[in-house]
């Protein structure tokens, strides 16, 4: 089975830089995805990490450790409209159709 | 431009009454998944289709059927409504994998629909 930990909530400035953190214990690993969600509205695709290192795209990056099972996003220059929930999906390995979220983060930014 | 919709959008019912969500997609996916999402928990998964005439339980599957008659639909059915199934459900698609470079098939979820079970 799949077990993700990421922390309930985070408060940021507006400007400043945050991590949001995701660990993961799996029976089978075959990457794993960051989405974001607006209150009230669908999760949408942010990144995918599938090798070891850090994926940047623009203010956000992703960085990815296997073998410590870890992963994080990280937000720059946060802007308010970065206020949403964070949500880390892991793929299954023998059933790679399909992927596992966890909780989210939400994460509040404030002026 | 392809995209998922879901109907309808809010729903209210009462309990032990037969409910069916619709999930439409024009990407023309193969994968397609049910979620449903309650404050304090991230996404569940219902159930879940790799392709026509294919389906499969996820972890909360009690209570919820789908059936797969075509690659653009997957129709969810809560064959008597409970108050325990008051949620906000996703429907979600995807390419198969075996593609894995760029984005990993990632999920492009539909807006959702309001469930209150009275």
């Known amino acids: 089975g799949q077990n993700i930990d990421q922390p309930t909530e985070m408060t940021a400035t507006e400007g400043a830089i945050v991590q949001i953190n995701c660990t993961y214990q799996?029976?089978?690993?075959?990457?794993l995805f960051w989405y974001q969600q607006h209150a009230g509205e669908a999760p949408t695709f942010l990144s995918y990490?599938?090798?070891?290192g850090l994926e940047e795209k623009g203010r956000f990056s992703s960085f990815l450790s296997r073998s410590k099972g870890y992963s994080y996003l990280l937000l720059k220059e946060l802007q308010m409209k970065d206020s949403a929930s964070y949500l880390c999906?892991?793929?299954?390995?023998?059933?790679?159709?399909?992927?596992?979220f966890g909780d989210g983060t939400t994460l509040t930014v404030k002026p | 431009d392809a995209e998922i919709t879901q109907s309808p959008r809010h729903k209210i019912t009462e309990t032990g009454r037969q409910v069916t969500l619709a999930c439409h997609q024009t990407?023309?996916?193969?994968?397609m998944f049910w979620y449903r999402q309650d404050l304090g928990h991230g996404l569940r998964l219902i159930h879940y289709?790799?392709?026509?005439?294919?389906?499969n339980k996820g972890e909360v599957s009690d209570g919820y059927s789908v059936s797969r008659s075509n690659t653009e639909d997957l129709p969810l059915t809560l064959e008597s409504a409970a108050s325990s199934q008051t949620s906000v459900y996703f429907c979600?698609?995807?390419?198969?994998?075996?593609?894995?470079?760029?984005?990993?098939?990632?999920?492009?979820f539909g807006p959702g629909t309001r469930l209150t079970v009275l």
């Open positions: 979600a698609s995807s390419t198969a994998p075996g593609n894995l470079g760029g984005r990993g098939n990632e999920q492009f």
């Open positions: 799996t029976s089978g690993f075959n990457g």
């Open positions: 990490n599938v090798l070891d």
């Open positions: 999906a892991v793929r299954h390995n023998t059933n790679a159709g399909k992927s596992t």
């Open positions: 990407w023309n996916h193969n994968n």
């Open positions: 289709s790799y392709g026509v005439q294919d389906t």
